[in-house]
């Protein structure tokens, strides 16, 4: 299963883009990169995922390089509601019901 | 909206006892899942089913037991609840790709 690294924490100003980077060096081909976030006391929430090419919705973008190996997810305008943990998973290739492997994930944490 | 909804947010038992989480979800989806989630080691996978009456065991299993007798719900048991075993309880379901996680439910053995 390929393993994701990210920052233990980050700090965003308010209003100010919101970058987080994941490293999947060991990504396969038919993985996916997915995000997720879990605010404080709730259960964690999808925001994006993607297989090669860059990805937007309402919540964020997700750049993924060209190589694959790592990807950067953007919150383009932080509020204080964005701080949580951030999660990058990689999905496993052999599809064992949709199983995920959270990891540490990224604290980011919004400040006025 | 697809809603999956737990039991219980919070719940204090007894070592020795036979403990159930139940989680409910309302969309029909065939893949559900049990995480519990400790301070410093994130979410581990305890069991998942993917379809009514499978289940499969994920990473860290022992201890714990499962039953999906319909397919709208899936119970997570306890069959001798010990103090290892204070967390919080994440269920989710899958459609797709995305997971959909129940609110939690934060259990302290005693």
């Known amino acids: 299963d390929a393993k994701t690294t990210q920052p233990p924490s980050m700090d965003c100003a308010e209003g100010r883009a919101a970058n987080l980077p994941c490293n999947h060096s060991?990504?396969?081909?038919?993985?996916?990169v997915y995000w997720y976030r879990q605010i404080h006391s709730q259960g964690p929430q999808y925001i994006i995922h993607?297989?090669?090419n860059n990805e937007t919705n309402e919540m964020a973008s997700l750049i993924i390089t060209e190589d694959r190996k790592s990807s950067t997810l953007i919150l383009p305008h932080a509020t204080l509601r964005d701080t949580a943990v951030y999660y990058c998973?990689?999905?496993?290739?052999?599809?064992?019901?949709?199983?995920?492997?959270f990891g540490q994930g990224t604290e980011l944490s919004v400040k006025p | 909206d697809v809603k999956v909804t737990q039991s219980s947010r919070y719940l204090v038992k007894r070592t020795g006892e036979k403990v159930f989480l139940e989680c409910v979800q309302d969309?029909?989806?065939?893949?559900m899942f049990w995480y519990r989630q400790d301070p410093g080691l994130g979410l581990r996978l305890i069991y998942f089913?993917?379809?009514?009456?499978?289940?499969e065991k994920g990473d860290i299993p022992e201890g714990y037991s499962v039953s999906r007798e319909k397919k709208e719900r899936f119970s997570l048991i306890l069959e001798s609840a010990s103090t290892n075993q204070t967390s919080m309880y994440l269920c989710?379901?899958?459609?797709?790709?995305?997971?959909?996680f129940g609110p939690g439910t934060r259990l302290t053995v005693l």
């Open positions: 998973i990689v999905r496993v290739a052999n599809n064992q019901g949709g199983k995920l492997i």
């Open positions: 060991t990504i396969s081909g038919n993985e996916y």
């Open positions: 993607g297989l090669k």
């Open positions: 969309m029909d989806h065939e893949n």
């Open positions: 089913s993917y379809d009514v009456k499978m289940k």
């Open positions: 989710a379901s899958l459609r797709g790709g995305e997971q959909f």
